[in-house]
């Protein structure tokens, strides 16, 4: 193999533990007969909002951001991509397809991208390619085996070596608040640059994680219509198999595997599958009920029975939902087995995302449950339904928030300007809203998507955590102008609603810390360091 295989896949370096922050809130004003007015607590907040972006490393987007760890850190040797046989590259690779998505004008060429230097660099320079955060770039895998074969034993110097994309993984954009309107946001309120996407690879894990800490399972796959996507891994679990006919350099195209499938050996689901019920990127059986996916489709998954954070709190009383973009208008489409919002082929449509619905793979809110109608609600087109709701003060106690496909700012089908450009104007709305002086927000992104990132994840567990990845936390809580260095990751985000609302720790949230500890590394915080509270007696 042109990988060393008994190299360790992470830092090993312990983390410390951050403080939680213990600042003053209110003070006697003027004189003696004023009362203090009281620090708040994490009882003080009554409403959590989580907003889930698209496929953008930390680097990608705030690697300038000032007081954060960015690009200005980053030295020409830790930066330097290898090649497959671990030797420096002269040159990144082409951009294999060009830079630029099928269709959009100007186009960059692959013939354009050739001998770029060993080293990051500017998508949006005007002295190199002048392409904006407003064009489309071409998407690049982000996959679970990749992913950890880009990371390199913490090295992150393989990420051009193991993409379909060429230099494009090295790409960031040369942003700052006068072109992005989050930056402004960012620095009005608390940015975290040591938050990891919670498990490597794409996007259908990483939403997985989001709500249950878990991989999906497919039991006895090697008897069933997925069979064949069945990855072809080495035997440390971490490398796959690479085909004989694959080019032996990077620079001569990318790299060919003898499998790189939905499934690992063991029958987890770490690719992207379709849900079992519809909304589904799979059809119906024919004839069979059109509430479902075909289960004799080789890429739908089998329904789930994972718990998950839903169940948790629906036993605890507590209200909450998951509000995708464009929710009814897929299932209507789905359900007349029509196809134009499901996958949408271009940017005019809204461009659903069917595995950009996690709870949608559990059997516990399968079509014609109760829980399905009161948890699974409809975001709206361009965010509508979601808004209105906001608007109005009625949002959940926890309430999850995705926008629909052409406002995630995912390479490939979309920009980073339209999606940022939406996420700011639903802060704004939240900002407003009557909810607001009780409410946390976070926002940020399910995985890396395939751009490089220069800070290497903690070891922890066989699934993650993968590339660091930009967050934001926005509340009247929540420190002001502020970089959170504190370890996250995006089981954070389970830690805090545990937290606040006194819920059972899920077997995966108390697994993932298992790992860290037992890898040198201080377990995930649950993003109160990013918040002004009184500490907890």
């Known amino acids: 193999m042109p990988m060393n295989a008994t190299r360790p896949l992470f830092r090993i370096a312990p983390l ?40 953008r490393s930390f680097d990608n987007l705030y690697g300038r951001f000032p007081g954060a760890n960015g690009l200005q850190n980053v030295t020409s040797a830790s930066a330097v991509q290898r090649d497959r046989d671990g030797k420096p590259l002269a ?42 955060q407003h064009v489309t770039t071409r998407d690049l895998w982000h996959r679970f085996y990749e992913n950890q074969m880009q990371i390199d034993g913490g090295r992150n110097d393989m990420f051009a070596a193991w993409a379909d994309s060429g230099a494009l993984t090295m790409g960031h954009y040369t942003l700052d608040a006068e072109k992005l309107p989050l930056w402004r946001i960012a620095q009005r309120y608390t940015l975290a640059d040591d938050f990891f996407m919670g498990a490597f690879g794409g996007s259908f ?16 796959a090697d008897k069933s219509p997925a069979a064949g996507s069945i990855s072809a891994v080495e035997p440390d679990g971490v490398i796959l198999t690479v085909a004989k006919n694959s080019p032996p350099s990077a620079l001569d195209g990318p790299p060919k595997f003898i499998k790189s499938g939905n499934l690992t050996p063991d029958f987890y689901a770490v690719n992207t599958m379709q849900p079992p019920y519809q909304p589904s990127g799979n059809k119906p059986a024919p004839g069979g009920d059109a509430r479902f996916a075909d289960p004799a489709n080789p890429t739908t998954l ?25 929710w009814d208008a897929a299932l209507a489409a789905t359900q007349e087995r029509k196809t134009g919002v499901v996958y949408g082929p271009n940017r005019s449509t809204p461009n659903f995302q069917p595995h950009h619905q996690p709870f949608n793979y559990f059997a516990d809110l399968a ?44 390479a490939g089908y979309t920009d980073v300007a339209s999606g940022d450009a939406h996420l700011a104007e639903v802060i704004a709305h939240l900002e407003k809203s009557p909810q607001w002086p009780h409410m946390v927000v976070i926002v940020t992104y399910d995985e890396n998507g395939g751009f490089w990132d220069h800070v290497s994840p903690p070891k922890a567990d066989r699934f993650g955590p993968g590339t660091r990845i930009p967050a934001l936390v926005i509340s009247p809580f929540a420190k002001k102008g502020y970089v959170d260095h504190t370890q996250y990751d995006t089981t954070s985000i389970l830690r805090f609603i545990t937290r606040r609302y006194g819920l059972p720790v899920l077997p995966g949230v108390k697994e993932r810390d298992e790992a860290l500890v037992a890898n040198g590394h201080a377990p995930m915080g649950d993003l109160t360091n990013a918040l002004d509270l009184a500490p907890a007696h």
């Open 16 to 55: 410390a533990l951050a403080a939680v922050a213990a600042a003053t809130f209110g003070a006697l004003a003027g004189c003696a007969e004023t009362p203090a007015q009281a620090q708040p607590t994490l009882s003080d907040v009554r409403n959590i909002v989580v907003i889930y972006a698209e496929n």
């Open 91 to 132: 040159t990144l690779p082409p951009i294999w397809g060009g830079l630029t998505q099928a269709g959009v004008v100007p186009a960059v060429t692959e013939a354009m991208t050739e001998r770029l230097p060993n080293a990051p660099f500017a998508i949006d320079d005007p002295q190199g390619f002048d392409t904006s």
């Open 205 to 220: 894990l990483n939403h997985q994680w989001l709500v249950c800490a878990c991989t999906p399972i497919y039991p006895h």
């Open 302 to 326: 089998p329904p789930q029975t994972q718990r998950h954070i839903g169940d948790s709190l629906s036993d605890a009383g507590v209200t909450w939902a998951w509000y995708s973009g464009a």
């Open 367 to 410: 079509p014609g449950t109760a829980a399905r109608a009161e948890h699974l609600l409809d975001g709206g087109i361009d965010g509508a339904q979601f808004l209105a709701t906001v608007d109005a003060g009625k949002l959940p106690q926890v309430a999850f928030y995705k926008p629909q496909g052409n406002l995630t700012e995912h």
